[in-house]
């Protein structure tokens, strides 16, 4: 009865790798985020889907990609690993977007680069 | 530019004290404010929100914040610590993104540890 999963939990690789972290929602929702949070536990925004639609895309490198297959899964795919993306990455849903509705967070994609 | 602030790295309570974790705001228009909780190694949770309304809200857990738009600040509360309630909390605010759609921006954070 899990809202919103992520796979995997935690990943360890190696700088120039390529990975990727699935995420999934059972609550309906249409609106899905990729968040980055980093060592000092700041929160950053990366992209946000809407109906399948790229609606918000942050200052990102083009090594992040994400892909949203249906509006109930949001991927994200990071070509060339590098040291500083090291982090925790958080998948997020709303019921909408541009409205006021509260986020609700998954439990985060631990991700270290060696 | 519009932003959110948290001016406590930590707040240190002993349990069954009231608590209160501050949080001010900067952003054009009325404003959209939430606050979230995040445990050890887990995502963050919804506490409550302020849309529009009555200046003080009441959320999960027993936590309230109070809207106070002269100081632009919305503040978090409790009556009484609980050991439990020891995370990390964060305030949010709506604020414009790109395409016409909004996003939250997220305050640094503070570390709340109540004491037995």
């Known amino acids: 009865d899990t809202a919103v999963s992520q796979t995997p939990k935690y990943l360890v690789t190696q700088m120039g790798n390529d990975k990727s972290i699935k995420c999934e929602q059972n609550?309906?929702?249409?609106?899905m985020y990729w968040y980055k949070q980093d060592s000092k536990k700041f929160l950053k925004i990366m992209f946000s889907?809407?109906?399948?639609?790229?609606?918000i895309n942050e200052t990102v490198p083009n090594r992040f990609s994400p892909k949203s297959p249906d509006k109930a899964h949001l991927n994200l795919h990071i070509n060339s690993l590098e040291l500083g993306d090291s982090a925790v990455y958080f998948c997020?849903?709303?019921?909408?977007?541009?409205?006021?509705?509260?986020?609700?967070f998954g439990p985060g994609t631990r991700l270290t680069v060696t | 530019a519009q932003s959110v602030a948290q001016p406590e790295d930590q707040v240190n309570v002993a349990e069954g004290n009231p608590l209160t974790v501050k949080c001010t705001y900067s952003?054009?228009?009325?404003?959209?404010l939430f606050w979230y909780v995040q445990y050890p190694n887990r995502g963050l949770q919804f506490l409550l929100k302020?849309?529009?309304?009555?200046?003080l809200v009441k959320g999960s857990y027993g936590f309230e914040a109070e809207f106070n738009k002269s100081q632009t600040s919305f503040h978090l509360k409790k009556p009484s610590a609980l050991v439990s309630d020891s995370a990390l909390y964060f305030c949010?605010?709506?604020?414009?993104?790109?395409?016409?759609?909004?996003?939250?921006?997220f305050g640094a954070g503070t570390r709340l540890a109540v004491h037995p």
């Open positions: 609550l309906g929702h249409d609106t």
């Open positions: 949010a605010v709506r604020v414009p993104g790109s395409g016409g759609y909004n996003k939250l921006i």
């Open positions: 302020y849309i529009t309304g009555d200046n």
């Open positions: 889907y809407n109906n399948k639609e790229l609606i």
């Open positions: 952003v054009s228009g009325n404003p959209y």
């Open positions: 997020a849903s709303s019921q909408a977007a541009g409205k006021s509705y509260e986020q609700y």
